[in-house]
Protein backbone atom coordinates (compact mmCIF):
# COMPACT_ATOMS: atom_id res chain seq x y z
CA UNK A 1 0.00 0.00 0.00
CA UNK A 2 1.06 3.51 -0.55
CA UNK A 3 1.49 6.99 1.63
CA UNK A 4 -1.36 8.00 3.35
CA UNK A 5 -3.17 11.46 1.50
CA UNK A 6 -0.48 13.79 0.77
CA UNK A 7 -0.38 16.88 2.63
CA UNK A 8 -0.93 19.81 0.63
CA UNK A 9 0.73 22.52 2.10
CA UNK A 10 3.85 20.38 0.53
CA UNK A 11 4.91 20.38 -2.90
CA UNK A 12 2.64 18.59 -5.52
CA UNK A 13 3.94 14.77 -6.33
CA UNK A 14 3.22 12.59 -9.01
CA UNK A 15 3.47 9.27 -10.58
CA UNK A 16 4.72 8.57 -13.80
CA UNK A 17 3.76 5.30 -15.99
CA UNK A 18 5.07 3.97 -19.23
CA UNK A 19 2.26 2.69 -21.25
CA UNK A 20 3.00 -0.56 -23.14
CA UNK A 21 3.94 -3.42 -20.36
CA UNK A 22 3.65 -1.15 -17.88
CA UNK A 23 0.16 -0.36 -17.45
CA UNK A 24 -0.97 -2.34 -20.79
CA UNK A 25 0.08 -5.87 -21.79
CA UNK A 26 1.25 -5.06 -25.28
CA UNK A 27 2.25 -2.30 -27.51
CA UNK A 28 -0.89 0.26 -27.95
CA UNK A 29 0.51 1.25 -31.12
CA UNK A 30 0.90 -2.10 -32.61
CA UNK A 31 -2.45 -3.60 -31.00
CA UNK A 32 -4.50 -0.73 -33.17
CA UNK A 33 -3.15 -2.55 -36.81
CA UNK A 34 -5.77 -4.70 -37.49
CA UNK A 35 -8.07 -1.39 -36.98
CA UNK A 36 -5.98 0.14 -39.51
CA UNK A 37 -6.26 -2.34 -41.73
CA UNK A 38 -9.60 -2.94 -41.82
CA UNK A 39 -9.71 0.93 -42.15
CA UNK A 40 -7.69 0.91 -44.86
CA UNK A 41 -4.59 2.70 -44.06
CA UNK A 42 -2.26 -0.48 -44.01
CA UNK A 43 -2.09 -3.63 -46.05
CA UNK A 44 -2.05 -7.42 -44.92
CA UNK A 45 2.15 -7.30 -45.42
CA UNK A 46 1.77 -4.09 -42.80
CA UNK A 47 -0.05 -5.78 -41.00
CA UNK A 48 1.93 -9.31 -40.88
CA UNK A 49 5.10 -7.41 -39.93
CA UNK A 50 3.42 -5.33 -37.30
CA UNK A 51 2.24 -8.54 -35.68
CA UNK A 52 5.83 -9.59 -35.69
CA UNK A 53 7.15 -6.74 -34.22
CA UNK A 54 4.23 -7.40 -31.47
CA UNK A 55 5.77 -10.51 -31.24
CA UNK A 56 9.64 -9.28 -30.50
CA UNK A 57 8.16 -6.77 -28.33
CA UNK A 58 6.42 -9.22 -25.87
CA UNK A 59 9.12 -11.68 -25.79
CA UNK A 60 11.76 -9.63 -24.94
CA UNK A 61 10.96 -6.09 -25.13
CA UNK A 62 12.84 -3.63 -27.29
CA UNK A 63 16.50 -2.49 -27.22
CA UNK A 64 17.31 0.94 -28.40
CA UNK A 65 18.05 -0.09 -32.18
CA UNK A 66 15.03 -2.21 -32.47
CA UNK A 67 13.15 1.15 -30.89
CA UNK A 68 14.66 3.11 -33.49
CA UNK A 69 14.08 0.62 -36.34
CA UNK A 70 10.24 0.48 -34.83
CA UNK A 71 10.24 4.19 -34.89
CA UNK A 72 10.90 4.49 -38.51
CA UNK A 73 8.91 1.96 -39.45
CA UNK A 74 5.84 3.51 -38.39
CA UNK A 75 7.17 7.40 -39.14
CA UNK A 76 6.81 5.71 -42.75
CA UNK A 77 4.18 3.72 -43.10
CA UNK A 78 1.70 6.44 -41.19
CA UNK A 79 3.05 9.46 -43.87
CA UNK A 80 -0.28 10.54 -45.90
CA UNK A 81 -2.67 9.27 -43.03
CA UNK A 82 -5.66 11.41 -42.17
CA UNK A 83 -5.24 12.31 -38.50
CA UNK A 84 -9.07 12.76 -38.25
CA UNK A 85 -9.88 9.55 -38.98
CA UNK A 86 -6.76 7.20 -37.04
CA UNK A 87 -8.87 8.97 -34.19
CA UNK A 88 -11.86 8.27 -34.76
CA UNK A 89 -10.89 4.71 -35.70
CA UNK A 90 -9.18 4.98 -32.24
CA UNK A 91 -12.11 6.39 -30.35
CA UNK A 92 -14.31 3.25 -32.32
CA UNK A 93 -12.38 0.83 -30.85
CA UNK A 94 -10.18 1.74 -28.06
CA UNK A 95 -12.51 -0.18 -25.54
CA UNK A 96 -12.65 -3.62 -27.57
CA UNK A 97 -8.49 -3.32 -27.67
CA UNK A 98 -7.20 -1.53 -24.86
CA UNK A 99 -9.84 -2.63 -22.23
CA UNK A 100 -9.53 -6.48 -22.09
CA UNK A 101 -5.45 -6.00 -21.85
CA UNK A 102 -5.04 -3.25 -19.05
CA UNK A 103 -3.38 -4.85 -15.80
CA UNK A 104 -5.36 -4.74 -13.13
CA UNK A 105 -2.77 -4.08 -10.45
CA UNK A 106 -1.46 -0.96 -12.81
CA UNK A 107 -4.99 -0.16 -12.36
CA UNK A 108 -5.05 -0.05 -8.40
CA UNK A 109 -2.10 1.84 -8.47
CA UNK A 110 -3.19 4.58 -10.60
CA UNK A 111 -6.53 4.76 -7.89
CA UNK A 112 -3.93 4.50 -5.29
CA UNK A 113 -1.87 7.62 -6.36
CA UNK A 114 -5.17 9.64 -6.85
CA UNK A 115 -5.97 8.79 -3.23
CA UNK A 116 -3.21 10.23 -1.96
CA UNK A 117 -3.03 13.03 -3.82
CA UNK A 118 -0.80 12.95 -6.47
CA UNK A 119 -1.39 13.02 -10.29
CA UNK A 120 -0.89 10.98 -12.58
CA UNK A 121 1.15 11.31 -16.15
CA UNK A 122 1.44 8.59 -18.74
CA UNK A 123 4.60 8.78 -20.53
CA UNK A 124 4.67 6.47 -24.03
CA UNK A 125 7.07 6.37 -26.69
CA UNK A 126 3.49 5.71 -28.43
CA UNK A 127 1.62 8.67 -30.50
CA UNK A 128 -0.62 11.32 -29.13
CA UNK A 129 -3.74 10.31 -31.28
CA UNK A 130 -3.28 6.48 -29.63
CA UNK A 131 -1.79 7.68 -25.89
CA UNK A 132 -4.55 10.57 -25.37
CA UNK A 133 -7.65 8.46 -25.44
CA UNK A 134 -6.14 5.69 -23.43
CA UNK A 135 -4.97 7.92 -20.49
CA UNK A 136 -8.38 9.56 -20.57
CA UNK A 137 -9.81 5.91 -20.09
CA UNK A 138 -7.16 5.36 -16.90
CA UNK A 139 -8.40 8.79 -15.58
CA UNK A 140 -4.66 10.22 -16.16
CA UNK A 141 -4.18 13.85 -15.19
CA UNK A 142 -1.74 14.34 -18.12
CA UNK A 143 -0.17 12.72 -20.86
CA UNK A 144 3.05 12.47 -22.15
CA UNK A 145 3.64 10.92 -26.12
CA UNK A 146 5.25 11.06 -29.46
CA UNK A 147 4.11 14.25 -31.96
CA UNK A 148 3.87 13.23 -35.43
CA UNK A 149 4.14 16.52 -38.19
CA UNK A 150 0.61 17.15 -39.41
CA UNK A 151 0.53 18.67 -42.64
CA UNK A 152 -2.09 21.83 -43.99
CA UNK A 153 -3.86 18.36 -45.66
CA UNK A 154 -4.98 17.35 -41.98
CA UNK A 155 -2.25 14.24 -42.69
CA UNK A 156 0.50 12.74 -41.23
CA UNK A 157 3.94 14.01 -43.23
CA UNK A 158 5.92 11.21 -42.23
CA UNK A 159 7.79 13.71 -39.75
CA UNK A 160 8.26 13.47 -35.81
CA UNK A 161 7.93 16.61 -34.20
CA UNK A 162 8.42 15.53 -30.61
CA UNK A 163 10.16 11.65 -30.07
CA UNK A 164 9.06 10.65 -26.18
CA UNK A 165 11.71 8.16 -25.38
CA UNK A 166 14.85 7.82 -23.35
CA UNK A 167 16.36 11.05 -22.24
CA UNK A 168 13.43 12.64 -23.58
CA UNK A 169 11.00 11.33 -21.38
CA UNK A 170 13.26 12.55 -18.27
CA UNK A 171 13.14 15.99 -19.67
CA UNK A 172 9.51 15.94 -20.17
CA UNK A 173 9.04 14.65 -16.58
CA UNK A 174 11.45 17.51 -15.83
CA UNK A 175 9.73 19.81 -17.29
CA UNK A 176 6.40 19.26 -15.90
CA UNK A 177 8.28 19.39 -12.40
CA UNK A 178 8.95 22.72 -12.80
CA UNK A 179 5.68 23.84 -14.29
CA UNK A 180 3.84 21.86 -11.52
CA UNK A 181 5.34 22.03 -8.63
CA UNK A 182 6.26 18.74 -8.56
CA UNK A 183 8.83 17.95 -5.77
CA UNK A 184 10.58 14.86 -8.42
CA UNK A 185 12.55 13.56 -4.64
CA UNK A 186 8.57 12.92 -2.93
CA UNK A 187 7.27 11.29 -6.89
CA UNK A 188 6.93 7.99 -8.19
CA UNK A 189 7.68 6.66 -11.43
CA UNK A 190 7.13 2.68 -12.83
CA UNK A 191 8.41 1.42 -16.41
CA UNK A 192 9.30 -1.97 -18.12
CA UNK A 193 12.25 -0.78 -20.26
CA UNK A 194 15.91 -0.11 -19.49
CA UNK A 195 15.34 2.67 -22.43
CA UNK A 196 13.32 4.66 -19.13
CA UNK A 197 16.22 4.55 -17.17
CA UNK A 198 16.82 8.29 -16.85
CA UNK A 199 12.92 9.05 -16.44
CA UNK A 200 13.28 6.22 -13.49
CA UNK A 201 16.37 8.12 -12.34
CA UNK A 202 14.86 11.17 -12.09
CA UNK A 203 12.12 10.43 -9.63
CA UNK A 204 12.59 9.55 -5.88
CA UNK A 205 10.30 6.65 -5.64
CA UNK A 206 11.29 4.80 -8.68
CA UNK A 207 10.18 0.69 -9.78
CA UNK A 208 10.56 -1.11 -12.15
CA UNK A 209 7.63 -3.20 -13.51
CA UNK A 210 7.79 -6.15 -15.77
CA UNK A 211 10.74 -5.21 -16.14
CA UNK A 212 13.52 -6.86 -19.27
CA UNK A 213 16.81 -7.99 -18.19
CA UNK A 214 18.88 -5.16 -18.16
CA UNK A 215 16.12 -2.95 -16.20
CA UNK A 216 15.77 -6.22 -13.66
CA UNK A 217 19.79 -6.01 -13.58
CA UNK A 218 19.60 -2.47 -12.79
CA UNK A 219 16.82 -2.44 -10.34
CA UNK A 220 18.34 -5.07 -8.32
CA UNK A 221 21.60 -3.58 -8.01
CA UNK A 222 20.40 -0.07 -7.26
CA UNK A 223 17.74 -1.57 -4.69
CA UNK A 224 14.63 -0.31 -6.74
CA UNK A 225 11.15 -2.32 -5.98
CA UNK A 226 10.56 -4.71 -8.80
CA UNK A 227 6.56 -5.51 -9.79
CA UNK A 228 5.13 -8.24 -11.46
CA UNK A 229 2.21 -7.15 -13.51
CA UNK A 230 -0.06 -10.43 -14.80
CA UNK A 231 -3.39 -9.70 -14.40
CA UNK A 232 -5.51 -8.03 -17.61
CA UNK A 233 -8.47 -7.41 -16.64
CA UNK A 234 -11.70 -5.19 -17.99
CA UNK A 235 -12.04 -1.56 -16.45
CA UNK A 236 -16.46 -2.70 -16.22
CA UNK A 237 -14.81 -5.96 -14.47
CA UNK A 238 -12.90 -4.28 -11.71
CA UNK A 239 -16.15 -1.44 -11.90
CA UNK A 240 -18.49 -4.47 -10.51
CA UNK A 241 -16.07 -6.29 -8.44
CA UNK A 242 -16.88 -6.66 -5.05
CA UNK A 243 -16.46 -3.52 -3.21
CA UNK A 244 -13.00 -3.33 -1.21
CA UNK A 245 -12.50 -3.74 2.64
CA UNK A 246 -11.65 0.08 3.19
CA UNK A 247 -14.67 0.50 0.79
CA UNK A 248 -16.78 -1.28 2.86
CA UNK A 249 -15.53 0.16 6.04
CA UNK A 250 -16.17 3.87 4.31
CA UNK A 251 -19.60 2.44 3.05
CA UNK A 252 -20.22 1.37 6.57
CA UNK A 253 -19.40 4.73 8.06
CA UNK A 254 -21.33 7.11 5.92
CA UNK A 255 -24.56 4.55 6.45
CA UNK A 256 -24.12 5.28 9.98
CA UNK A 257 -23.97 8.60 10.27
CA UNK A 258 -26.72 9.18 7.94
CA UNK A 259 -29.17 6.92 10.04
CA UNK A 260 -27.94 9.21 12.64
CA UNK A 261 -28.96 12.15 11.23
CA UNK A 262 -32.87 10.50 10.93
CA UNK A 263 -32.96 9.56 14.00
CA UNK A 264 -31.59 13.28 14.97
CA UNK A 265 -34.28 14.61 12.98
CA UNK A 266 -36.78 12.62 14.23
CA UNK A 267 -36.66 13.20 17.66
CA UNK A 268 -36.17 16.94 16.74
CA UNK A 269 -39.74 16.96 15.14
CA UNK A 270 -41.32 14.63 18.23
CA UNK A 271 -39.88 17.40 21.18
CA UNK A 272 -42.71 20.19 21.68
CA UNK A 273 -41.69 23.34 20.98
CA UNK A 274 -41.08 25.85 24.22
Not at 161 to 185: I, M, N, Q
Not at 225 to 240: C, E, G, I, N, Y
Request: proline fraction near 5%.
Amino acid sequence: MLGAVENHSLPRTAAFFDLDKTVIAKSSTLTFSKSFYQGGLINRRAVLRTAYAQFLFLAGGADHDQMERMREYLSTLCRGWNVQQVKEMVAETLHDLIDPIIYDEAASLIEEHHTAGRDVVIVSTSGAEVVEPIGEMLGADRVVATRMVVGDDGCFTGEVEYYAYGPTKAEAVRELAASEGYDLARCYAYSDSVTDLPMLESVGHPHAVNPDRALRREALARGWPVLDFHRPVRLKQRLSAPPRPALVAAAAIGAAAATAGLVWYASRRRTPAV
